[in-house]
């Protein structure tokens, strides 16, 4: 069946500023298809295999790392109401997001405290309070204990203390954060730094959720490593994502341990030698933004944005990816809805069918040479660029 390409709309009119940015970013790109090449790191990088087999290694990368700075969790369109609440699992912890009347963010260890039952199953809602399905103890939305089932027999609870157990967060450009370690702070400001009016500019707060898919991925290592470049599109997509990108070709911008890469979209080709006032930046650029540890935005100047979170799993070989895509509007027409699903398909297809395919068949194959190691090319920045801090951040 002959996949369907997605239409590339522009989903906004840039700001002149705006616009002088993109088309100086497109004039990288422009550069480097006339010349066949593209951003490069310094020297090659090797990561040893051990690094993504060994046990003790992934659990000191989730209590050192993962559980103590601001994780990446969801987009704010996916809570817009007071009493609106999302589930999740992200590394081994279960946590619960709820927007209170006020509109601001709580986020709290999703376990009831009487006994450790999980409180509120996997996904979103709306709810005025949670009530656990093993003894009916009953919290608010921002996890005060409102509730002890037949207290006058169980004993008098201390309200305050037994509050379900909060945990830092916050929303910075349409995204929303969450530190996994009760009792520590996070500063989002300072962990997001220049990368945060990049994404402000991409106005996630004015778009509405189409659909979330979810999917089931290998080490979250493994999965980063296939994210990151643009080296393997001709080989594991070329009936998909080789269609509308060029291969091995792509702009590198770091932002602490964030990254933009910018793909050369087919059009660009028709582009060089014409005078910029012609030049299409949407049409011709695919940019994405990824935030450590695991949160890309593609597509964000378009009218429909795949935001897909790639968060560690329960396991050292297992990894969850939510795909969210976003419209610029209400689907207010069956073309809209159309248009919306080739979209969303299109990306969770290529996902699952192709990358995760490949990268489930890395992770079985990697036990087979666990003194050997990986070798990335200086055409893959972003994937040394990972790499190098997390070593930062472990260190």
């Keep these: 069946m002959a996949v369907v390409i997605p239409e590339y709309a522009a989903g906004f009119d840039f700001e002149p500023q705006e616009r002088q940015r993109a088309l100086a970013l497109m004039a990288r790109l422009v550069d480097h298809y006339a010349n066949n090449t593209t951003d490069q790191a310094d020297t ?26 601001p994780i990446p969790v ?25 927007r209170g009347q006020d509109g601001q963010l709580s986020a709290m260890i999703n376990v009831c405290r009487h006994r450790g039952m999980r409180l509120v199953p ?16 009953s919290y608010a939305p921002d996890g005060a204990l409102l509730g ?17 157990l909060k945990l830092a967060c916050g929303e910075r450009a349409g995204l929303m954060f969450v530190c996994l370690t009760p009792g520590l702070n ?74 933009r890469n910018t793909y050369g979209l087919k059009p ?38 795949a935001v897909s979170i790639m968060l560690p799993g329960d396991s050292w070989e297992a990894s969850t990816t939510q795909q969210t895509l976003l419209m610029r509007h209400e689907p207010y027409s069956e073309e809209d809805r159309t248009s ?13 069918d192709e990358d995760y395919t490949a990268q489930h068949l890395v992770q079985q194959s990697l036990a087979s040479v666990p003194d ?20 930062r951040l472990m260190a």
Aim: hydrophobic letters at 35%; glycine letters at 8%; aromatic letters at 14%.
């Design 44 to 69: 090659q990088w090797r990561e040893p295999v051990r690094n993504y087999l060994d046990r003790d290694r992934w659990q000191r990368e989730m209590t050192q790392v993962i559980h103590r700075i």
């Design 74 to 98: 969801g987009v704010s369109v996916e809570l817009p109401h007071p009493g609106d609440y999302k589930s999740l699992r992200v590394a081994g912890k279960s946590i619960l997001l709820t």
């Design 122 to 137: 996997e996904g979103c809602g709306s709810a005025r309070r949670f009530t656990c399905v093993y003894h009916a103890w």
């Design 148 to 164: 002890v089932n037949g207290e006058e027999k169980f004993g008098p609870v201390d309200r305050a203390q037994f509050g379900l």
């Design 186 to 259: 996070m500063d989002l400001d300072d962990w997001l730094g220049d990368v945060l009016p990049e994404l402000e500019s991409l106005r996630l707060t004015q778009t509405v959720p189409f659909s979330t898919r979810y999917l089931d991925g290998p080490n979250w290592k493994v999965t980063a490593d296939g994210f990151l470049e643009s080296y393997h599109f001709a080989s594991l997509h070329p009936d998909t994502v080789a269609k509308t990108n060029f291969t091995n070709m792509q702009a590198f911008d770091s932002y602490g341990p964030h990254i």
């Design 268 to 305: 660009l080709a028709t582009m060089v030698g014409r005078p910029q006032h012609e030049w299409d930046p949407v049409e011709c650029l695919g940019v994405t933004y990824w935030l450590f540890p695991g949160l890309a935005v593609a597509g964000g100047w378009r009218q429909h944005t």
């Design 340 to 352: 919306a699903q080739v979209a969303s398909d299109f990306f969770y297809d290529a996902f699952k």
């Design 372 to 391: 050997e190691c990986h070798i990335f090319g200086r055409n893959e920045p972003a994937v040394q660029h990972f790499h190098r801090h997390l070593d």
